[in-house]
T-cell receptor
């Protein structure tokens, strides 16, 4: 069973700062997911990546398969980026995600104006 | 949003009563999931389905059962609700070109 650790648990930053959220997992995976959840809101998939780097607007996700580590970066952070960011990996390696995901506990990000 | 709806969106029920939550999808996805989200635990898998009448347990399945008689509907039943089942329940599907998971809006269940 895969274990997922995220850091930091809580992060408060000023508008415009560069943000980094880290995720480590214990077992080899086929792909890793980054999700976003606004307060009281639903869960949105930001990225799914299996190697290298992906970029979407001001969000960048990287993964190092050998080190079992991924990072989510936010450039030029804005108060609307305030949310919980959740890392997730396939529950089992053989399942590849078809048998569900295992999630980190999330990083609660607050961007102050 | 991958066409996923959940009903009800909010429910308050008493200990010992049965409760059924419904997840409905409109895009014919094969895989569907029920997760619960709790402070300090994050999201955890309850049950999942890989087709009509094909279901399997997740990591926190005790006290829950599921059914999938049609591709579009995945039902989660609490046979006899307990206070420990107070939670927010999310349904998800696996789809898209990269087999991402897309989540429904959630159901907030309170067991008193």
């Amino acid at each position: 069973k895969n274990e997922v650790e995220q850091s930091p648990q809580n992060l408060t930053a000023q508008e415009g700062e560069f943000i980094t959220i880290n995720c480590s997992y214990s077992v080899g995976i086929s792909a890793l997911h980054w999700l976003q959840q606004h307060p009281g809101g639903g869960i949105v998939s930001l990225f799914m990546l299996s190697s290298g780097k992906k970029k979407h607007g001001r969000l960048i996700a990287t993964i190092n398969i050998q080190e079992k580590h991924s990072s989510l970066h936010i450039t030029a952070s804005h108060p609307r980026d305030s949310a919980v960011y959740i890392c997730a990996v396939p529950r089992t390696y053989s399942g590849g995600g078809a048998d569900g995901l295992t999630f980190g506990k999330g990083t609660h990000l607050i961007i102050q104006p | 949003d991958a066409g996923i709806t959940q009903s009800p969106r909010h429910k308050v029920t008493e200990t010992g009563t049965p409760v059924t939550l419904r997840c409905h999808q409109t895009e014919n996805h094969r895989y569907m999931y029920w997760y619960r989200q709790d402070p300090g635990h994050g999201l955890r898998l309850i049950h999942y389905s890989y087709g009509v009448k094909d279901t399997d347990k997740g990591e926190v399945s005790d006290g829950y059962s599921v059914s999938r008689s049609k591709t579009e509907d995945f039902l989660l039943t609490l046979e006899s609700a307990t206070s420990s089942q107070t939670s927010v329940y999310f349904c998800a599907i696996r789809g898209g070109l990269d087999y991402e998971q897309y989540f429904g809006p959630g159901t907030r269940l309170t067991v008193t």
